[in-house]
């Protein structure tokens, strides 16, 4: 054994050995209707519980297709996914329950990562609001028009934390900070959950994917990075012990490997952390195939292995491999898997089909007339209006170029991104109709169409821009008083398997930008993407640019609406735009270096020759329409003890000309602790609404949850004393600070509930 292997396994023991066990690695006993049930069963039927087999996107009717049809008949498929219409799910759970020996009802899942058919801002986006009300609303109305339409189980949230803009599926996630995403799944959970699983508006949530999948190799998809147990403890698990807590019945195993080990098979996360630490209780679905996938990994010699490795690791539902159903019942009889772990597993997914209400009405979700009344109702799309405002970033904004003159006579709106609807909805838009959608051009129209004339010119395509593309958009421009040019990405450029090496605009839009930019007109960036880009030439030439994501179904009437003043921008970068690809990975929360860099490039300090050391945009950052002035926080007290919480005060008052938004941010830095903390850390945020003149208070609570991170020792608590630097401001940038003191009240607490 070597050293690391030995200070490797030590800690590993003294990670897990500290930690108090919340729950048995085994299901309790059910109730007495599934225990009845599980009594009945045959070998085979237990194992078709396990197996969950996909179906078709598109509805054609209230006939099933004969391979979902078959897979239910001869009792191998406990659950399916990618169905959905109220006609044909109650098809699908009828086969299930009058068709079959046992009649039991299927779990019916779904990817709704931004909506349903209303489709909102892309979850990045959704992060820009830090707005978690506005959150659970937009998760309760994709559960109420997914669930109209049989659907009882979504894939979402995605919780995996990434620091790496290359890879596609930042687009899911919810930006760089832990705390943030932890926040952010709390709210998700409690918006597809609702207040009673049972109810027929309300669907399991599945937290996913577990754990470290964030953590790609230079941002490639399906890689697996090496993740410390700090960075583990610190960042990647706290969002989903948030949604555990919250209640989240589904979780979902990672593709990635964790220390070698690939999630399905990995009984570290799986049963030590996730059922037993955490004391989760739900099921655990595999990522599509991962468990097959376990013998391409090099770690299962055949699909036996895989499918004992897996099982025994405490992965319950087998997506799309055929692995559990192919292998299992061998398994059983020798004895390589439990009788009993097989059970367990069984007895988990008849327990959320009960909580979900399945075996009391298999069809309370099925139904078409609730369907044809909630599925794009006017209200949700208004709300993802209001998502969309709130989610859309400012950048810069040179000398007032925005808001527009809704008296302007002619407007010109130029480029690839300005009438693309499905690039408006976004990538994975569920059962999004692209017709639906509203795009920029449209926006535009609707909101000065009536006494403005609207020209349009597309400035060739995303990926190509030929001279006369340009030539044509500039002389459209010309004959402007105002230009707003779409710019961005395919939303086929976001999402899974969608990574890419270079994060400046694609094609040849910069030189499209470039000349519509020297016309000299007020000029208006209005960018379409699902991570940061690198677009420090463009910040250079445009008088403005606004971020407005993959904005969903009223995604262009949001961005119009604040292009002329109808709307303010209120969104805040979730995550760091670099100046290069060469800067990534670059965050606000990094950890100090003993030669940190200076503002001048000086020899010996860290950082790179030919870039330097600050990103072009950092956490936080979005400008408004006024400005403000904030003060120096102030706390109602100087210490806190154990248990205790002190208020941050900041003073707000809007300087400028116009009613705003303030957006105050706190973020703590332990000055002294065992193991060297993050410069700055997001802790919390509040918000203000001012009018010209107008003063203000915002007050944000930090205690012992918001102190605590992963102790050497194994556990979530703070430092055992110390002083902690209290910082408010604007953005992660732009940050006055005070000094708050910890002091325990007896031996270092557990704080229960950041994670870890
Ligand atoms: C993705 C998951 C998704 C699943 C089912 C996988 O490829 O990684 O996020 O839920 O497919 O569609």
Redesign the pocket.
């Known amino acids: 054994m070597t050293l690391r292997t030995i200070v490797c396994a030590a800690l590993a023991a003294a990670v897990l050995a500290t930690v108090p066990l919340a729950g048995s690695a085994h299901a309790q006993q059910a109730s007495k209707r599934v225990e009845d049930l599980l009594a009945r069963m045959t070998l085979e039927e237990k194992i078709g519980q396990l197996n969950l087999v996909s179906g078709h996107h598109a509805v054609t009717g209230p006939y099933t297709r004969s391979d979902v049809r078959s897979a239910i008949l001869k009792g191998e498929a406990g659950g399916l996914?990618?169905v959905y219409g109220a006609a044909y799910t109650r098809g699908l759970q009828e086969i299930a329950t009058t068709q079959t020996r046992l009649g039991i009802p299927l779990l019916l899942g779904f990817?709704v990562l931004h909506g349903y058919r209303t489709i909102f801002p892309v979850p990045l986006a959704q992060a820009a609001t830090f707005d978690m009300a506005a959150i659970e609303q937009a998760e309760r109305i994709a559960a109420a028009e997914a669930a109209a339409a049989g659907v009882n189980w979504i894939?979402a949230p995605?919780l995996d934390h990434s620091r790496d803009p290359r890879w596609g599926r930042v687009v899911e996630s919810f930006g760089e900070s832990a705390w943030l995403g932890a926040r952010i799944g709390e709210a998700r959970v409690r918006g597809l959950q609702g207040r009673s699983l049972k109810s027929p508006d309300s669907v399991a949530a599945c937290a996913?994917?577990f754990a470290g999948n964030g953590a790609t190799e230079g941002g490639r998809e399906y890689s697996g990075g090496d993740v410390s147990v700090r960075a583990m403890r610190d960042q990647q698990l706290p969002p989903f012990k948030a949604a555990v807590d919250a209640g989240a019945r589904c979780v979902?195993a990672a593709?990635n490997a964790v220390d070698g080990i690939p999630g399905v098979a990995n009984d570290t996360l799986l049963r030590d952390i996730l059922r037993r630490e955490w004391g989760f209780k739900g099921v655990v679905v595999s990522?599509?195939g991962a468990i097959e996938e376990l013998i391409v990994h090099g770690v299962a010699e055949n699909p036996a292995d895989a499918g004992r490795q897996a099982l025994r690791a405490g992965t319950d539902i087998d997506?799309e491999s055929r692995t559990f159903v192919t292998q299992l019942a061998t398994l059983v009889r020798e004895g390589k898997v439990l009788a009993s772990e097989l059970d367990d597993a069984v007895r988990r997914i008849l327990v959320l089909k009960e909580e979900l209400g399945l075996f009391d009405d298999p069809y309370a979700r099925s139904s078409p007339e609730r369907e044809a009344a909630t599925v794009g109702r006017p209200d949700h799309f208004q709300a993802a209006r209001a998502m969309a405002e709130k989610s859309m970033v400012l950048l810069k904004n040179d000398r007032n170029t925005l808001p527009f003159s809704t008296k302007l006579q002619r407007v010109a709106v130029i480029g690839p991104l300005a009438d693309g609807k499905a690039d408006t909805l976004g990538p994975w838009a569920a059962n999004g109709n692209p017709e639906d959608a509203t795009t920029l051009l449209a926006g535009v129209r609707r909101v000065v169409g009536d006494t403005a004339e609207v020209l349009y010119a597309s400035g060739g395509t995303i990926d190509r821009t030929s001279p006369a593309d340009i030539a044509a958009a500039v002389k459209l421009a010309a004959r402007a008083e105002a230009v707003i040019l779409a710019l961005g990405e395919r939303s086929t450029m976001s999402g899974?398997s969608a990574s890419r090496a270079s994060l400046d605009l694609p094609g040849d839009q910069l030189a499209l930008a470039r000349a519509v930019i020297a016309l000299g007109k007020p000029t208006a960036v209005v960018l379409f993407n699902g991570r940061p880009l690198t677009i420090e030439d463009l910040d250079r030439e445009a008088p403005a640019i606004l971020e407005a994501w993959f904005p969903g179904s009223e995604g262009g009437l949001a961005a119009a609406r604040i292009l002329f003043g109808l709307a303010e921008p209120q969104g805040r970068l979730p995550m760091t735009f670099p100046r290069s690809v060469g800067q990534i990975p670059i965050y606000h929360d990094e950890r100090p270096t003993g030669r940190p860099a200076g503002p001048q490039p000086k020899p010996y300090t860290t950082g790179y020759q030919d870039v330097g050391p600050t990103p072009l945009y950092p956490f936080g950052h979005g400008l408004t329409y006024t400005t403000f002035f904030m003060g120096t926080p102030r706390l109602d007290r100087p210490a806190i003890a154990g248990g205790e919480t002190a208020t941050v005060s900041v003073d707000v008052m809007n300087t400028g000309a116009r009613t705003g938004t303030a957006h105050v941010q706190l973020y703590i830095r332990h000055r002294l602790a065992r193991v060297s903390r993050p410069v700055k850390e997001l802790r919390g945020f509040a918000r203000i609404t001012l009018p010209p003149g107008g003063v203000g208070v915002v007050k944000m609570p930090i205690g012992e949850a918001e102190l605590a991170f992963w102790q050497p020792e194994g556990r979530m608590a703070p430092p055992s004393s110390g002083k902690i630097d209290v910082m408010a401001g604007p953005d992660s940038a732009t940050l006055k600070s005070i000094i708050l003191e910890y002091r325990p009240a007896g031996p270092a607490r557990q704080a229960s509930n950041t994670g870890g």
């Open positions: 996914f990618n990817d894939f995605m996913k994917h979902m593709f990522d599509f997506m899974e």
